[in-house]
């Protein structure tokens, strides 16, 4: 399966990635070649774990392990097949997250992208916890699951990705891809601070600094 796995991102996904996206990457060598690593990047469009998966080395790509809501992925028996043996997410039940903060009970929803790390792959999380505004890139808040992972691995790299323009290849709610050009920033990685509220501020800024670095996307109408 691993190798089954290998072979349709590096010979299927990875070429319509760049098909539909163009993928201008900028600092791709800060991205980690085995794990314990963490990648936090926005979420615009379901193109963006694509583009991901097919932005990193062949050689590291059978380790990346995109982290996704349970209830949308693995709502239908094909659909859970594909995402877990072939896109190979780390499922989050959000619902249950959702119900834990309500309660206060200590069930740890984030156990798979735990179980990942600790086996040395490197877990990618959108820490806005759901797709955003594709049409103007804006970033929402962010959820502290990112944070707990990384007090848990404090030497794992936590690095900040910047997603450009692929809310515009698949918007939320649209079930044909458009090809357009999009950009990703891979930035520094951010440290562990020892508390949840400065990780999550510092962590927040570098990726903001991202968003400003980003280059005029080639479809752009902007000046």
Not at 50 to 68: Q, T, Y
Not at 108 to 120: E, I, M, S
Request: aromatic residues 6%; hydrophobic residues 50%; contains cysteine.
């Amino acid at each position: 399966m691993r190798l089954l796995r290998f072979l349709l991102l590096v010979l299927v996904a990875r070429p319509l990635a760049l098909f539909m996206t163009g993928a201008d990457v900028s600092g791709r060598e800060r991205l980690p070649l085995k794990g314990p690593a963490i990648i936090a990047a926005n979420h615009a469009s379901h193109v963006d774990t694509l583009l991901m998966l097919s932005i990193f080395p062949s050689r590291a790509v059978s380790k990346l392990r995109p982290a996704a809501a349970a209830d949308y992925f693995l709502r239908d028996p094909v659909i859970g097949w594909f995402s877990r043996h072939v896109i190979g997410i780390v499922p989050v039940a959000r619902s249950k997250a959702g119900r834990r903060a309500a309660s206060g009970e200590s069930e740890d929803v984030l156990a798979p992208a735990r179980a990942a790390l600790a086996a040395g792959e490197i877990v990618l999380v959108f820490p806005e916890g759901t797709r955003g505004d594709g049409a103007s890139d804006a970033m929402g808040q962010l959820k502290g699951g990112v944070a707990r992972l990384a007090e848990a691995f404090p030497d794992a790299p936590v690095i900040p990705v910047w997603i450009q323009g692929a809310g515009r290849v698949l918007p939320k709610g649209a079930s044909v891809p458009v090809p357009l050009n999009c950009a990703v920033l891979v930035g520094e990685p951010v440290a562990w601070t020892g508390r949840r509220g400065p990780f999550m501020d510092a962590l927040r800024e570098a990726m903001l600094a991202l968003k400003e670095q980003a280059p005029p996307l080639r479809w752009s109408d902007e000046p």
